[in-house]
Nanobody, 123 residues
């Protein structure tokens, strides 16, 4: 059974850091792209970062470049999103998602999703 489980969300002050984890089971990450998406209340789900297995590249949306870092540990079947210098506008439910080989920014392209973890940035 394919499963993705996120963890690591929480409440943090502006300028703080969090590290999200996405643990996969039921399949191996070696052949899958893993994307991090987020959805704030009243907004559409947006892609934040993605790691492609086809070419090893990592992509970031402009608003998080230089602040967020995606890394993957294929041996542990886990992907991480290190989030630094967090801003109130980063507040959202964060999801990891998997699809074969290469990244896209379209949520519907991803067949596998985690349950989400809440990130709240507030003083």
């Amino acid at each position: 059974q394919v499963q993705l489980v996120e963890s690591g969300g929480g409440l943090v002050q502006p300028g703080g850091s969090l590290r999200l984890s996405c643990a996969a089971s039921g399949f191996t990450l070696d052949y899958y792209a893993i994307g991090w998406f987020r959805q704030a209340p009243g907004k559409e789900r947006e892609g934040v970062a993605c790691s492609s297995s086809s070419d090893g590249r990592i992509y970031y949306t402009d608003s998080v470049k230089g602040r967020f870092t995606l890394s993957r540990d294929n041996a542990a079947n886990t992907v991480y999103l290190q989030m630094n210098r967090l801003r109130p506008e980063d507040t959202a439910v964060y999801y990891c998602a998997a699809r074969p080989f290469y990244c896209t920014q379209i949520p519907d392209d991803y067949p596998y999703w985690g349950q989400g973890t809440q990130v709240t940035v507030s003083s």
